[in-house]
Protein backbone atom coordinates (compact mmCIF):
# COMPACT_ATOMS: atom_id res chain seq x y z
CA UNK A 1 0.00 0.00 0.00
CA UNK A 2 1.04 3.32 0.22
CA UNK A 3 3.46 5.22 2.58
CA UNK A 4 3.72 8.84 2.82
CA UNK A 5 6.80 10.34 4.80
CA UNK A 6 7.06 13.79 5.72
CA UNK A 7 9.88 16.24 6.89
CA UNK A 8 10.46 17.71 9.53
CA UNK A 9 8.89 16.88 12.14
CA UNK A 10 9.30 20.19 14.07
CA UNK A 11 9.69 23.31 12.70
CA UNK A 12 10.65 26.89 14.00
CA UNK A 13 10.68 30.27 12.08
CA UNK A 14 10.71 33.72 12.75
CA UNK A 15 7.68 35.51 11.65
CA UNK A 16 7.71 36.84 8.49
CA UNK A 17 10.54 33.97 7.00
CA UNK A 18 9.30 31.33 4.85
CA UNK A 19 8.62 28.00 5.53
CA UNK A 20 9.01 24.45 3.77
CA UNK A 21 7.71 20.81 4.43
CA UNK A 22 8.02 17.93 2.20
CA UNK A 23 6.55 14.71 1.67
CA UNK A 24 7.22 11.42 -0.23
CA UNK A 25 5.01 9.00 -1.30
CA UNK A 26 5.49 5.11 -2.09
CA UNK A 27 2.46 4.56 -4.54
CA UNK A 28 2.92 5.62 -8.06
CA UNK A 29 -1.04 5.48 -8.61
CA UNK A 30 -1.70 8.31 -6.15
CA UNK A 31 -3.08 11.30 -8.11
CA UNK A 32 -4.70 13.61 -4.90
CA UNK A 33 -2.19 15.53 -2.92
CA UNK A 34 -4.06 17.31 0.06
CA UNK A 35 -2.15 19.28 2.53
CA UNK A 36 -4.28 19.73 6.40
CA UNK A 37 -3.59 21.64 9.19
CA UNK A 38 -4.81 21.11 12.55
CA UNK A 39 -4.46 23.43 15.23
CA UNK A 40 -4.26 22.23 19.02
CA UNK A 41 -7.77 19.95 19.93
CA UNK A 42 -8.98 21.04 16.64
CA UNK A 43 -10.12 19.50 13.70
CA UNK A 44 -7.86 19.29 10.34
CA UNK A 45 -8.30 21.65 7.82
CA UNK A 46 -7.86 21.32 4.62
CA UNK A 47 -5.81 24.53 3.49
CA UNK A 48 -4.43 23.69 -0.15
CA UNK A 49 -4.35 20.71 -2.86
CA UNK A 50 -2.95 19.93 -5.57
CA UNK A 51 -3.55 16.79 -8.15
CA UNK A 52 -1.40 15.33 -10.29
CA UNK A 53 -1.92 16.69 -13.88
CA UNK A 54 -0.65 20.23 -12.81
CA UNK A 55 2.97 20.86 -10.83
CA UNK A 56 2.37 23.79 -8.98
CA UNK A 57 -0.38 25.60 -7.07
CA UNK A 58 -0.99 28.91 -5.31
CA UNK A 59 -3.27 30.45 -2.82
CA UNK A 60 -2.05 33.77 -1.42
CA UNK A 61 0.83 32.80 0.95
CA UNK A 62 0.77 28.85 0.84
CA UNK A 63 1.46 26.92 -2.25
CA UNK A 64 2.41 23.36 -3.20
CA UNK A 65 4.54 21.74 -5.67
CA UNK A 66 4.67 18.61 -7.25
CA UNK A 67 7.40 16.26 -8.49
CA UNK A 68 5.52 12.84 -10.00
CA UNK A 69 8.76 11.83 -11.45
CA UNK A 70 10.58 12.34 -8.12
CA UNK A 71 7.45 10.83 -6.21
CA UNK A 72 7.64 14.43 -3.90
CA UNK A 73 5.74 17.14 -2.66
CA UNK A 74 6.06 20.30 -0.51
CA UNK A 75 4.28 22.79 1.05
CA UNK A 76 5.60 26.41 1.04
CA UNK A 77 4.40 28.97 3.65
CA UNK A 78 5.82 32.42 3.09
CA UNK A 79 5.44 35.71 5.45
CA UNK A 80 4.83 33.41 8.02
CA UNK A 81 2.64 34.51 10.88
CA UNK A 82 2.12 33.64 14.89
CA UNK A 83 -1.54 32.44 13.04
CA UNK A 84 0.17 29.65 11.26
CA UNK A 85 1.40 27.39 14.36
CA UNK A 86 -0.22 24.42 14.00
CA UNK A 87 0.74 20.70 12.97
CA UNK A 88 0.61 20.73 9.59
CA UNK A 89 -0.52 16.99 7.62
CA UNK A 90 0.38 15.75 3.87
CA UNK A 91 -1.66 12.93 2.67
CA UNK A 92 -1.72 11.12 -0.63
CA UNK A 93 -4.64 9.28 -2.37
CA UNK A 94 -5.59 7.39 -5.55
CA UNK A 95 -8.61 9.83 -5.71
CA UNK A 96 -10.98 8.09 -8.03
CA UNK A 97 -9.28 6.65 -10.48
CA UNK A 98 -7.82 4.12 -8.80
CA UNK A 99 -9.31 0.67 -7.97
CA UNK A 100 -10.70 0.08 -4.47
CA UNK A 101 -11.28 3.02 -2.15
CA UNK A 102 -9.92 6.36 -1.96
CA UNK A 103 -8.62 6.96 1.42
CA UNK A 104 -5.94 9.33 2.54
CA UNK A 105 -2.49 8.09 3.86
CA UNK A 106 -1.27 10.92 5.78
CA UNK A 107 2.08 11.78 6.77
CA UNK A 108 3.25 11.79 10.47
CA UNK A 109 2.97 15.62 10.99
CA UNK A 110 4.80 18.74 10.88
CA UNK A 111 4.56 20.99 13.84
CA UNK A 112 5.48 24.58 13.06
CA UNK A 113 5.94 27.44 15.74
CA UNK A 114 6.23 30.85 14.25
CA UNK A 115 7.93 32.82 16.41
CA UNK A 116 6.89 36.86 17.11
CA UNK B 1 -24.36 24.83 5.65
CA UNK B 2 -23.40 22.43 8.55
CA UNK B 3 -20.17 20.30 8.68
CA UNK B 4 -19.69 16.51 9.71
CA UNK B 5 -20.59 16.12 13.59
CA UNK B 6 -19.57 13.75 16.10
CA UNK B 7 -20.66 12.20 18.62
CA UNK B 8 -19.54 12.01 22.03
CA UNK B 9 -16.74 14.62 22.16
CA UNK B 10 -15.27 12.63 24.66
CA UNK B 11 -15.58 9.26 25.71
CA UNK B 12 -13.59 7.91 29.07
CA UNK B 13 -14.40 4.19 29.33
CA UNK B 14 -13.41 1.05 31.57
CA UNK B 15 -11.14 -1.60 29.72
CA UNK B 16 -13.32 -4.54 28.36
CA UNK B 17 -16.28 -2.20 27.89
CA UNK B 18 -17.93 -1.92 24.51
CA UNK B 19 -18.24 1.65 22.37
CA UNK B 20 -19.98 3.13 19.99
CA UNK B 21 -19.09 6.60 18.54
CA UNK B 22 -21.60 8.36 16.32
CA UNK B 23 -20.70 10.44 12.67
CA UNK B 24 -23.27 12.76 10.92
CA UNK B 25 -21.60 13.61 7.82
CA UNK B 26 -22.61 16.53 5.66
CA UNK B 27 -25.58 16.17 3.94
CA UNK B 28 -25.78 14.92 0.06
CA UNK B 29 -22.08 13.43 1.15
CA UNK B 30 -21.92 9.57 -0.07
CA UNK B 31 -18.78 8.94 1.06
CA UNK B 32 -17.72 8.62 4.63
CA UNK B 33 -14.45 7.73 5.97
CA UNK B 34 -13.11 6.71 9.75
CA UNK B 35 -9.70 7.69 10.65
CA UNK B 36 -8.18 7.42 13.88
CA UNK B 37 -5.12 9.91 15.32
CA UNK B 38 -3.26 8.39 18.47
CA UNK B 39 -0.96 10.68 20.41
CA UNK B 40 1.53 12.70 18.47
CA UNK B 41 0.80 10.50 15.40
CA UNK B 42 -0.94 10.94 11.89
CA UNK B 43 -3.97 9.80 10.90
CA UNK B 44 -4.53 6.53 10.51
CA UNK B 45 -7.41 5.21 8.01
CA UNK B 46 -9.83 2.93 9.10
CA UNK B 47 -13.07 2.15 7.30
CA UNK B 48 -14.57 3.96 3.96
CA UNK B 49 -18.07 3.66 2.90
CA UNK B 50 -19.37 4.57 -0.29
CA UNK B 51 -23.07 4.79 -1.19
CA UNK B 52 -24.66 0.96 -1.10
CA UNK B 53 -21.35 -0.53 -2.09
CA UNK B 54 -19.47 -2.90 0.12
CA UNK B 55 -17.50 -0.87 2.88
CA UNK B 56 -14.00 -0.95 2.39
CA UNK B 57 -12.52 -2.00 5.69
CA UNK B 58 -8.93 -2.51 4.68
CA UNK B 59 -7.65 -0.72 8.00
CA UNK B 60 -9.66 -1.64 10.75
CA UNK B 61 -7.12 -2.87 13.57
CA UNK B 62 -8.73 -5.64 14.70
CA UNK B 63 -12.28 -8.15 14.72
CA UNK B 64 -12.90 -5.54 17.86
CA UNK B 65 -13.30 -3.12 15.15
CA UNK B 66 -16.70 -2.55 13.34
CA UNK B 67 -18.90 0.26 11.34
CA UNK B 68 -22.30 0.83 10.40
CA UNK B 69 -23.70 3.12 7.93
CA UNK B 70 -27.51 3.34 7.99
CA UNK B 71 -29.58 5.12 5.43
CA UNK B 72 -25.96 6.34 3.39
CA UNK B 73 -26.27 8.95 6.17
CA UNK B 74 -25.21 8.80 9.38
CA UNK B 75 -22.70 6.21 10.99
CA UNK B 76 -21.44 4.57 14.20
CA UNK B 77 -17.94 3.04 15.20
CA UNK B 78 -18.62 0.45 17.50
CA UNK B 79 -15.21 -0.70 19.66
CA UNK B 80 -15.67 -3.92 21.50
CA UNK B 81 -14.31 -5.23 24.73
CA UNK B 82 -11.95 -2.02 24.39
CA UNK B 83 -7.96 -1.89 25.38
CA UNK B 84 -5.62 0.87 26.44
CA UNK B 85 -4.33 0.92 23.17
CA UNK B 86 -7.59 1.74 21.37
CA UNK B 87 -7.27 5.09 23.23
CA UNK B 88 -7.20 7.62 20.62
CA UNK B 89 -8.87 10.84 18.42
CA UNK B 90 -11.59 8.97 15.91
CA UNK B 91 -12.00 10.85 13.17
CA UNK B 92 -15.03 11.21 10.65
CA UNK B 93 -14.31 12.52 7.28
CA UNK B 94 -17.02 12.57 4.44
CA UNK B 95 -17.00 13.56 0.64
CA UNK B 96 -19.03 13.72 -2.38
CA UNK B 97 -17.10 11.90 -5.16
CA UNK B 98 -17.24 12.10 -8.67
CA UNK B 99 -15.50 10.77 -11.99
CA UNK B 100 -12.49 12.32 -12.30
CA UNK B 101 -11.98 13.33 -9.20
CA UNK B 102 -13.23 16.59 -8.63
CA UNK B 103 -15.40 17.02 -5.79
CA UNK B 104 -12.94 14.36 -3.65
CA UNK B 105 -12.36 16.64 -0.45
CA UNK B 106 -12.51 15.02 2.63
CA UNK B 107 -14.02 17.50 5.19
CA UNK B 108 -13.29 16.18 9.10
CA UNK B 109 -15.56 16.32 11.99
CA UNK B 110 -14.21 17.47 15.41
CA UNK B 111 -13.55 13.84 16.47
CA UNK B 112 -14.31 11.45 19.63
CA UNK B 113 -11.40 11.30 22.12
CA UNK B 114 -11.68 8.02 23.80
CA UNK B 115 -9.68 7.16 26.92
CA UNK B 116 -9.66 3.33 27.98
CA UNK B 117 -8.75 3.14 31.52
Known amino acids: GENVEQHPSTLSVQEGDSAVIKCTYS??????FPWYKQELGKRPQLIIDIRSNVGEKKDQRIAVTLNKTAKHFSLHITETQPEDSAVYFC???????????????FGKGTKLSVIP | GAGVSQSPSNKVTEKGKDVELRCDPISGHTALYWYRQSLGQGLEFLIY????????KSGLPSDRFSAERTGGSVSTLTIQRTQQEDSAVYLC???????????????FGPGTRLTVL
Open chain 1, 27 to 32: DSASNY
Open chain 2, 49 to 56: FQGNSAPD
Open chain 2, 93 to 107: ASSTPEAGGIEDTQY
Open chain 1, 91 to 105: AASMGYSGAGSYQLT
